[in-house]
């Protein structure tokens, strides 16, 4: 049983907060919200579990006040939320005033309730529109990005706490063109490469226009892994560096000091836009903070017969979570004082996401998930771990606040401290919501 936390644990100001996104509970088929990659993605047969959408999810649109309601209640200091690029500008073009106007209403609410606004501005729900032009393989994808940005900024950036450009820039060109997991579920070397550069590209023109526009407290999500090999067996540990390569290393070098790692680019570089080399000073400007997310580590075995980068994932021996990912919080602490003594320094560093999906059910107006309140300890435990080693950690985001849309896995994967009765939309707090509340108004 990993030790309880109360707030006196953690330095004087240390940030708690739950995170969301926009697709997984908003509602796209509210307030004239345009079509987006995820829409058709989960149309196609065979890409989402059921072929789940994110029409509905948890109604949010309709029901923010009573969600942010919950978040004040369970003593939280922070709410992290994305805006949908598809709500903003339907067509990747025209504003939408309904949808600004939510954004507006949400930012409100969000104050209102003494709670810090944690925006990120890119959390995957990209325009159809621009999907049609090859989304983020397109350079043109990058700087229509700024229209986003400015439109959002000069809406709610006057009462928004910190703001991200982009969550997770790996899952967005990676998973999602090379790997094939998420929208637009392409598996090709070339798109992949240039979302890898052109999702980069997105964050430093972001960063740019907000400082034009005064936005301070700017920076960017990154979900890394700990990457581990198999065996001991030299083509196993040289399969890990690849893993760490394309997962870890690819956005932190070219964030942090303005290159890509060389390992990694020799295979890339055939398939990268022109140029790019221009484009690294844009994307390695200062930011103010860095968010990472994390899970669960990566463990991976040389595939002599497939070509680079020739990785065969190996599961685990740890317990597991309902994502079968293997429940590991040293991970954390690993990846915040690596990141801290190679890449950051005195650089802010905020946990943005960190969370459990469990097959929760409702007994008797009940949920209890004592395995999800575990992990959630094991992983304060482990941030409070690296505060000790020095690492300038300032904050913790429970993800998620409410059972979801998770992406590829339709509704089946409940990651909430809050159940959501998907027919009914009811809401109820589990256990873990509850144990929250007492470490944090304690
Ligand atoms: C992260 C995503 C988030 C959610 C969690 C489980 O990769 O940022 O939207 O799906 O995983």
């Known amino acids: 049983m990993p030790i309880k936390f109360t707030r006196s644990d953690f330095p004087k100001g240390f940030i708690f907060g739950t995170a969301t996104a926009a697709y997984q509970i908003e509602g796209s088929s509210n307030g004239n919200c345009g079509p987006c990659h995820w829409d058709t993605f989960s149309a196609t047969p065979k890409n989402v579990f059921k072929a789940e959408n994110g029409f509905t999810a948890c109604d949010h649109f309709h029901r923010f006040e009573e969600d942010l309601d919950l978040v004040q209640a369970c003593g939280f200091d922070a709410y992290r939320f994305s805006t949908s690029w598809a709500r903003v500008m339907p067509n990747g073009k025209t504003i939408n005033k309904e949808g600004l106007e939510f954004y507006d209403r949400l930012v409100d609410a969000i104050c209102a309730r003494n709670l810090r606004p944690n925006l990120t501005l890119y959390h995957w729900d990209l325009p159809s529109a621009l999907a049609d032009i090859g989304g983020w393989a397109n350079r043109e994808t990058a700087k229509r990005f700024v229209d986003h940005t400015n439109a959002v ?9 910190t703001v991200a450009t982009i969550n997770e820039p790996w899952c967005v060109a990676w998973l999602s063109y090379f790997l094939g997991h998420h929208a637009p579920g392409l598996r090709d070397i070339r798109a992949a490469a240039r979302a890898m550069h052109h999702i980069l590209l997105a964050h430093g023109l972001s960063v740019d226009a907000m400082r034009s526009l005064g936005t301070s407290n700017l920076g960017v999500v990154l979900n890394l892994t700990e990457a581990h090999p198999a065996s001991n067996k030299p083509s196993d540990v040289n399969a890990k560096d690849r ?8 956005f932190l070098d070219a964030i942090f000091k303005g290159v890509y790692p060389q390992d990694i680019l020799n295979k ?17 400007e200062p930011i103010d903070w860095l968010g990472i997310n994390y899970y669960t580590r990566g463990i991976v075995a040389d595939d002599p017969g ?23 919080p040293e991970g954390l602490k690993n990846l915040l004082v690596r990141v ?21 059910e409702i007994q008797n107006e009940i ?3 004592p395995s999800r309140i575990d992990y959630i300890f094991s992983h304060l435990a ?12 300032q904050g913790f985001f429970y993800w998620s606040l409410l059972d979801n849309f998770e992406w590829a896995f339709g509704y089946e994967k409940r990651f909430g401290i809050v159940h959501v ?14 144990e929250w509340a007492l470490s944090l108004n304690s």
Not at 244 to 249: A, E, F, K, S, V
Not at 268 to 284: A, H
């Open 340 to 360: 801290s003594r190679n890449y950051t320094g005195n650089l802010p560093l905020l946990v943005t996401e960190n969370g459990m999906a469990c097959a929760d």
């Open 268 to 284: 890339l570089y055939e398939f990268m836009p022109k140029n790019f080399e221009d484009d690294m000073s844009l994307i390695s």
């Open 243 to 250: 893993l760490d390569g394309i997962h870890n290393r690819w």
């Open 382 to 393: 482990a941030a409070r771990a690296a505060i000790d080693e020095g690492v300038n950690l």
């Open 306 to 328: 497939e070509p680079w980068p020739s990785l065969k994932d190996i599961e685990g021996s740890m317990d597991k979570t309902q994502m079968g990912w293997e429940i590991y």
């Open 153 to 161: 900024i000069q809406c709610v950036g006057d009462r928004i706490d």
């Open 421 to 434: 009765d998907f027919e009914t939309q009811k809401r109820t707090p589990k256990a873990s919501f509850n």
């Open 367 to 369: 949920v209890y998930d």
